[in-house]
């Protein structure tokens, strides 16, 4: 060549320079540009160790049994590698592309999803939910971080969805773990047992394990300024080492929360133990431990103890192990069985010479009743909580915690009051009913049980195959409001956005009776709304019950989306200026279902117009 190449050795060298990253394609697509340049270039950018830190960064989770096919298929070519999950990567998108726009085939593509892809297609999925959405819908403090934030088509909707996927991902595989548990296999551990809480609100176990993987390798630090490595054969040590691992957690930040916060909600769940409720409860203060030591050699568990989780700490070749505190660590971590054992059972209650103390836990104890204890404790803080804090509550999180503490319970005690919250018609299943449901839960429970929640799943796929628009010009009395609209109820004053409506109302013969709808002025026979409100649950409400907002507060459109994350199923902006009239702007697939109600939301916001023959005035309608 009379060209004054560079040797491939230079060249490999500055492709290695590429910086890996989750969130921009660039170095990859350097590579492949540099791969079509030239045979030299070639042989260096297809080397598979250049491939292999962009795949690791950028494909962290994975289906273990695919990705163990893979290796062997591609044989650890990081490069081919890349691409099958690249080419994975587009048809997830696909499909959620379609579960926007064609409710009808939604459940099926979401269990070819949860099934086929699962984890793979997990940071694809993610990805989505991280991008820019509207400014409307940002925190007042973030309207001006990023002004020229390029905000995708239909961005608040793809967020929802993809996030709805990642939730039933998750949970699929939550409920997965907890059927070998109810199965009888021991190879569940406490700590993947209740990592699997935190699925209910769409999070990784894999994000939880690598947290914890990092906290293992820190205290793991600040056990080796010590005795370090770890004689588990020897008392002295092992207690020393259970003393040292309470203290760098209080160090940082774990510690007991008071008896007042212990019905906190998100004290339960391990994502937020490890990042915003780090004073918290002895179930997750132990959790926390076990999981640590365990990292480090120990043989930790957790112990059932009345009112108060211990842990238990094996001793090498003793038949006597160790009990652990960690919630009282500050004052006395390493516990006596002879004296603080009684002391402890005094102080809730108990009077130690009526106690069998040969009947009080204090060996370790299976996950199974652990995770019962766990979700038990999730209802006792819903029996606790004030109205104050359910309000303050966003609506998807107080359904996430129900969630899991019904799946949980129904799973292993096969609990029919936990059955009959799920097959309730307003409980939100989404994109669980096929994949987690039914696939999923149905084959865990007794047949009686089984067969009522798989009847409740197939008749939810069988309405959402059928979905004809409505046409509010074709209905009989006329519907005078639209998808979109913010109101006020007339009689209780809350604040509401309509999300859908039927021409009559199509509620139960019992929910009319029991609601008094005959006695309406407009009876059943008036236009009824579905309705999301700002403090609660969804509504069911009579048209002669609203009263629209004139003008419509732009603040609405954000504490409605912080409150209720399914506004991303239904809108996708907002057309809202301060002292006018105002509405969500309708996503494709609520256009569809009500094609005239975007053109009729555009006529109210310009004119106060609401219906096709009648101009409203405020004066008229207050």
């Known amino acids: 060549m009379s060209y004054p190449w560079l040797p491939l050795e230079i060249h490999v060298y500055i492709l290695r320079q590429l910086e890996p990253s989750l969130h921009s394609n660039a170095s990859v697509k350097t590579l492949v540009d540099c791969s079509q340049t030239n045979s030299l270039l070639r042989s260096a950018a297809i080397l598979p160790d250049i491939w292999e830190p962009h795949y690791r960064v950028r494909y962290s989770h994975s289906e273990p049994q695919h990705e163990a096919m893979r290796r062997e298929k591609y044989g650890s070519d990081f490069r081919l590698m890349y691409a099958e999950r690249y080419r994975l990567d587009q048809e997830a998108l696909e499909h959620l592309e379609s579960m926007m726009v064609q409710p009808q085939r939604r459940h099926t593509l979401a269990r070819r999803v949860a099934h086929d892809m ?59 773990t907890w059927g070998r548990l109810k199965r ?28 914890l993987d990092i906290m293992g390798s820190l205290c793991r630090v600040y056990l080796s300024k010590g005795r370090w490595p770890i004689d588990t054969s020897v008392r002295d040590e092992v207690e020393d080492a259970i003393m040292r691992i309470c203290e760098f957690m209080r160090n940082f930040g774990f510690r007991a929360a008071d008896p007042g916060r212990f019905h906190n909600l998100f004290n339960h769940f391990p994502h937020c133990v490890l990042n915003t409720h780090k004073v918290t409860l002895p179930m997750s203060l132990i959790w926390l431990f076990v999981s640590i030591s365990r990292r480090l050699g120990l043989d930790a568990a957790p112990v059932d103890f009345p009112r108060r989780v211990l842990a238990h700490v094996a001793v090498t070749g003793s038949e006597r192990g160790i009990l652990v505190d960690v919630y009282g660590s500050d004052q006395r971590a390493v516990l006596s069985v002879e004296e603080d054992i009684p002391r402890m059972l005094a102080a809730s209650g108990f009077d130690p010479r009526q106690v069998d103390m040969h009947a009080i836990p204090i060996d370790p104890s299976p996950t199974k009743p652990m995770l019962l204890r766990a979700s038990r404790n999730i209802g006792s803080s819903f029996h606790i909580m004030t109205q104050d804090e359910f309000d303050e509550m966003a609506q998807t999180d107080y359904e996430n915690a129900s969630y899991a503490a019904l799946c949980a319970d129904l799973i292993l005690m096969n609990n029919g009051r936990a059955l009959t919250h799920l097959v ?54 006329g519907v005078k409001y639209f998808c979109g609209m913010f109101f006020t109820h007339i009689t209780y004053g809350y604040t509401a956005c309509i999300v859908g409506w039927e021409p009559t109302c199509m509620a139960s013969e019992e929910w009319i009776s029991r609601m008094g709808v005959d006695h309406l002025s407009g009876g059943r026979h008036q236009a009824f ?14 048209e002669q019950n609203i009263v629209p907002m004139q003008p419509t507060p732009p603040y609405l459109a954000r504490s409605f989306f912080l409150k209720h ?43 106060g117009r609401i219906d096709y023959t009648t101009e409203v005035t405020s004066e008229d309608i207050n």
């Open 565 to 607: 994350q399914t506004m991303g199923m239904y809108f996708e902006d907002a057309d809202m200026v301060e002292g006018r009239r105002g509405r969500m702007l309708l996503s494709r697939e609520l256009s569809l279902k009500y094609p005239e109600d975007d053109e009729m939301g555009a006529r109210w916001v310009e004119m």
């Open 184 to 211: 009888g296999e021991e190879d569940v551990s406490f700590e993947e047992a209740l990592s699997g809480l935190s699925a209910f609100f769409c999070v990784s176990p894999h994000h939880i394990t690598s947290e």
């Open 529 to 542: 709304y579905r309705v999301i409100t700002l403090t609660g649950s969804p509504r069911y409400v009579a």
């Open 424 to 477: 309730d018609p307003e409980w939100p299943a989404r994109l669980d009913v096929g994949p987690v449901l039914m696939d999923s839960i149905v084959p865990l429970l007794s047949s009686i049980n089984g067969s009522i929640l798989e009847t409740r799943c197939k008749q939810i796929l069988s309405e959402d195959e059928v979905r004809a628009p409505q046409y509010r010009s074709t209905a009989p009395r």
């Open 118 to 176: 699962s984890f793979d297609v997990w940071r694809i999925l993610e990805l989505q939910t991280q991008a820019p959405i509207p400014r409307c819908f940002l925190y007042d403090d973030l309207e001006d971080d990023d002004p020229n934030a390029n905000v995708p088509p239909h961005a608040i909707t793809r967020i929802f969805w993809a996030k709805a996927m990642l939730g039933t991902i998750a949970r699929r595989n939550a409920i997965r």
